[in-house]
């Protein structure tokens, strides 16, 4: 067997000596406690494999089962919910689709969707324009908040009296 330096030195008593770890005498204490743990370690081993034995595998296996029963349960339910949702989703989506065409038909919609898509180019403009609008007297950002409010006020008229009259 090898020996390590580390092995070697472990051995050596202070002096040098050389150290017998069997024939050294172990505090009473020490040996006491050792059979202590010893026998409880024993002891649980055996209530262990005692518990162990007795326990109904089939028991356990039959839980298991109603177990992946019910989860697969579950996972049904939540997958045919997610399909009539979608399926819900669908309908809307295709009657939406089908209103905005006939709504589009009517010119006070479409103008109302220029003007929005206008707004929303503006509103894009301005935040790219962020740093340079910041050097912008007040006033000017005033008037352009005015001409913005102008729009929202005008939009809001032409729908509220004209698409009565062409619906």
């Given at each position: 067997?090898?020996?390590?330096?580390?092995?070697?030195?472990?051995?050596?008593?202070?002096?040098?000596?050389?150290?017998?770890?069997?024939?050294?005498?172990?505090?009473?204490?020490?040996?006491?406690?050792?059979?202590?743990?010893?026998?409880?370690?024993?002891?649980?081993?055996?209530?262990?494999?005692?518990?162990?034995?007795?326990?109904?595998?089939?028991?356990?296996?039959?839980?298991?089962?109603?177990?992946?029963?019910a989860i697969v349960r579950f996972v049904k339910y939540v997958?045919?919910?997610?399909?009539?949702?979608?399926?819900?989703?669908?309908?809307?989506?295709?009657?939406?689709?089908?209103?905005?065409?006939?709504?589009?038909?009517?010119?006070?919609?479409?103008?109302?969707?220029?003007?929005?898509?206008?707004?929303?180019?503006?509103?894009?403009?301005?935040?790219?324009?962020?740093?340079?609008?910041?050097?912008?007297?007040?006033?000017?950002?005033?008037?352009?908040?005015?001409?913005?409010?102008?729009?929202?006020v005008l939009d809001g008229f032409t729908f509220k009296k004209?698409?009565?009259?062409?619906?």
């Amino acid at each position: 067997m090898y020996y390590s330096y580390a092995d070697k030195a472990a051995k050596k008593g202070s002096l040098g000596e050389t150290i017998d770890a069997d024939k050294q005498e172990i505090d009473p204490q020490i040996q006491e406690t050792k059979e202590k743990i010893t026998t409880k370690l024993d002891n649980f081993k055996d209530k262990s494999k005692k518990k162990l034995d007795s326990i109904d595998r089939e028991d356990i296996e039959q839980k298991l089962d109603n177990a992946e029963n019910a989860i697969v349960r579950f996972v049904k339910y939540v997958g045919n919910a997610v399909g009539y949702y979608s399926n819900v989703a669908a309908e809307k989506v295709g009657s939406a689709g089908y209103t905005a065409k006939e709504e589009f038909k009517n010119p006070v919609v479409a103008t109302q969707a220029l003007i929005t898509t206008g707004l929303l180019a503006g509103g894009v403009y301005a935040y790219q324009e962020r740093f340079r609008i910041k050097r912008i007297p007040d006033d000017v950002l005033y008037v352009y908040a005015a001409v913005l409010t102008g729009f929202v006020v005008l939009d809001g008229f032409t729908f509220k009296k004209l698409y009565p009259k062409y619906k």
